[in-house]
Structure formats: structure tokens, C-alpha cells
């Protein structure tokens, strides 16, 4: 394993499933071991400033998972350079990405569930469902499976 992993987790607004990712990773990495970098950040600019999404605070309260207050941020071309993995949550996170980024020459760029045998699927938005517990799901599954990539197992 690298000394340090630079991961950024990217969702629309940067308040419900990217910054889940963020902390559910970090908790699991606490756990584990390893040495991360983790961040999140939005492709539009709808939210910059907010804080995280009070359903998932909440979620993350129930799952017994430490978070910190944040202020949603974009994602700009420098953070392609600054960090080993960009992670969509879905396939619009993907397309404004490789935009923002201006493409993905050094494949950094994934999905996600990519990481899972649900390759190719997308995490649903629960601003819009307002279903916060499949999104904590899927992006459960979709941490396990990306830290069991980075770490080799």
C-alpha cells in the first residue's frame, strides 16, 4: 500500500452523498488502517458554503459514525493533479467530472459501485428520494469494496 491515498468523493451538491462517502471511509479507514487523504467536493455550485444534509447527519448519527461540521465545496481542475482517485456517485457525477477535470488521461476517474459487483450502477440521490438509508448502504458497500481494492484484499 502507498504511504498516503488521496481519494475525493464527488456528488452533485456536496452535502448528502459525497460527504457520506467522506466520513463512512474515514471511519473505515480508522478501523483498518492506512493512510488516507479523504475529501469531498460537488460539480455544480448549487450549495457551495452549506453544511452536510441533515438526513445524513442523521444517518450517520444512527450508524454510530463521528462527522464534522463542513462547507460544501467544488471541484476544481487542480484537484485531478491532487489526489490519486475522483469517485462519482453516479453517471452524471462522471460526465461533469471529466468536464470540470477536462478528461481523465491518467484513469482516476471511477463510479462508486464500480468498486462492487454492481459495477456500472449508479447511487441514487437522496436529496431527491429522501431515502438515506440505501444511499448509506450502497455507499457502505461501495467504501468496503474500494478500501478492499486500494489495500489488496
Known sequence: MKTENRI?????????????AEFVLKDM???????????????S????????????????????????????????????????????????????ILRITGGDPDGKVKKLLDFTERRGEDIDDPWYTGDFDTAYRDISEGCRGLLDSICGR
Do not use: W
Request: net charge positive.
Open 45 to 96: 455550485t448549487e450549495e457551495i458554503g452549506n453544511d452536510i444534509h441533515y438526513g445524513t447527519k442523521s444517518k450517520l448519527r444512527r450508524e454510530g459514525i463521528p462527522f464534522e461540521r463542513r462547507a460544501a465545496r467544488q471541484l476544481t481542475r487542480r484537484d485531478y493533479d491532487d489526489f490519486d482517485l475522483i469517485i462519482g456517485m453516479d453517471r452524471y457525477n462522471i460526465s461533469n
Open 29 to 43: 479507514v480508522k478501523k483498518r488502517g492506512g493512510e488516507f487523504h479523504i475529501e469531498s467536493a460537488a460539480t
Open 8 to 20: 475525493i468523493f464527488v456528488c452533485h451538491g456536496n452535502i448528502c452523498r459525497s460527504p457520506m
